[in-house]
């Protein structure tokens, strides 16, 4: 049975497939093979390396709880900032005045082309030179600096390329009916664009998140991952079981995040559906009055 996109494989074609799956299947379980058991000569996998994180809870008392605390904070932190930011930047890089549109656009170009490591260096020199911030918490204040300067920018022309991808006839039917420039961009664009832009904006605090670990591979600040070097040299030597759980405590605060931001994505796209009046009609054929559940009041 052929299809618009591709014909439908022959007999031939279906076991050259069936052959390359094989393959694969074949030299995937090859590489588990060869991971696992040089893990294993290496002394990895044994229960000594894996038991503090199964049975007691000094591991995760001392070491992990701790760190993922301050890695949700700095995350937390630089999420708040710089979405609203990110916003403005990016609203301001549409707007008809040049004094506005220009300095927005060579902020956003200045921080985006700058890696969030460097931003962060010149952050903690900042505070360590010019403030009384204690050092204790200079790292905190830098890490969360690098990434709101760096992630704003970039969530800055997330916002501007999911407006600038509505219809314009969305903005001149606005300005048609006596919007000003401002009600058009909160009352019509930014909510149509919003449900565009999430895939993308959620992705980006997906890298906020794992950005945080930079902190702690420089600026000694203690977030999750600089726990698992801590742990390793701890617990022995138990580098592959320190990181595996890192790791594992990443994927699910990722996922949890994505999750949600589906699940939001969903809600909004149903409640844009579900917007419209549904107007009865009488025995003579003419629409009467919004049907009941229709939430539309009547005048």
């Given at each position: 049975?052929s299809?618009?996109?591709?014909d439908?494989?022959?007999?031939r074609?279906?076991r050259?497939?069936?052959l390359?799956?094989v393959?694969f299947?074949?030299?995937?379980a090859a590489?588990?093979?060869w991971?696992?058991?040089?893990?294993?000569?290496k002394?990895?996998l044994?229960?000594?390396?894996?038991k503090p994180?199964?049975?007691?809870?000094?591991?995760w008392?001392?070491?992990?709880?701790?760190?993922?605390q301050?890695?949700?904070?700095?995350a937390f932190?630089?999420?708040?900032?710089?979405?609203?930011?990110?916003a403005v930047l990016?609203?301001?890089?549409l707007s008809?005045h040049v004094?506005v549109?220009v300095?927005?656009?060579?902020?956003?170009?200045?921080?985006r082309?700058?890696p969030?490591?460097?931003l962060?260096?010149?952050?903690?020199?900042?505070?360590?030179?010019?403030?009384?911030?204690?050092?204790?918490?200079r790292?905190?204040y830098?890490?969360?600096t690098g990434?709101?300067?760096?992630?704003?920018?970039?969530?800055?022309e997330i916002v501007r390329s999911?407006?600038l991808?509505l219809?314009?006839g969305?903005?001149?039917?606005?300005m048609?009916i006596?919007?000003?420039k401002g009600?058009?961009?909160?009352l019509i664009?930014l909510?149509q664009a919003?449900?565009?832009?999430?895939p993308?904006i959620?992705s980006?605090?997906?890298?906020?998140?794992?950005d945080?670990?930079?902190?702690?591979a420089?600026?000694?600040?203690p977030?999750?991952l600089?726990?698992a070097n801590?742990?390793?040299?701890?617990?022995g030597?138990?580098t592959?079981?320190?990181?595996?759980?890192?790791?594992?405590?990443y994927?699910?605060?990722n996922?949890?995040?994505t999750?949600?931001?589906?699940?939001?994505?969903?809600r909004?796209?149903r409640?844009?559906?579900?917007t419209?009046a549904?107007?009865k009609?009488d025995?003579?054929?003419t629409?009467?009055t919004?049907?009941?559940g229709t939430g539309?009041a009547?005048?």
């Open positions: 049975m299809s618009v996109l591709y439908a494989q022959g007999p074609a279906k050259r497939n069936i390359f799956n393959v299947f074949v030299a995937l590489l588990l093979w991971v696992f058991s040089t893990l294993a000569d002394g990895q044994e229960w000594a390396k894996w994180f199964f049975s007691g809870s000094e591991a008392s001392t070491y992990i709880w701790p760190a993922l301050n890695t949700l904070k700095a932190v630089a999420v708040v900032i710089a979405l609203p930011l990110g990016g609203i301001a890089r008809d004094w549109r300095p927005a656009a060579i902020v956003v170009e200045f921080f082309s700058i969030v490591l460097v962060m260096i010149f952050g903690l020199a900042l505070f360590a030179e010019y403030t009384d911030v204690s050092s204790d918490d790292p905190l830098a890490v969360v990434l709101v300067l760096y992630n704003a920018s970039v969530l800055a999911g407006i991808a219809p314009k969305q903005a001149e039917g606005a048609a006596g919007l000003r009600q058009v961009m909160r664009l909510p919003v449900t565009a832009m999430l993308a959620v980006q605090l997906v890298v906020i998140v794992k945080t670990a930079l902190g702690g420089v600026l000694t600040f977030e999750l600089s726990s801590t742990m390793s040299a701890y617990y030597a138990n592959i079981a320190s990181f595996t759980v890192v790791a594992v405590i994927i699910a605060l996922f949890a995040l999750s949600f931001a589906s699940w939001l994505e969903r909004l796209r409640a844009k559906k579900s419209g549904v107007l009609v025995d003579a054929g629409p009467g919004p049907a009941a539309v009547k005048t």
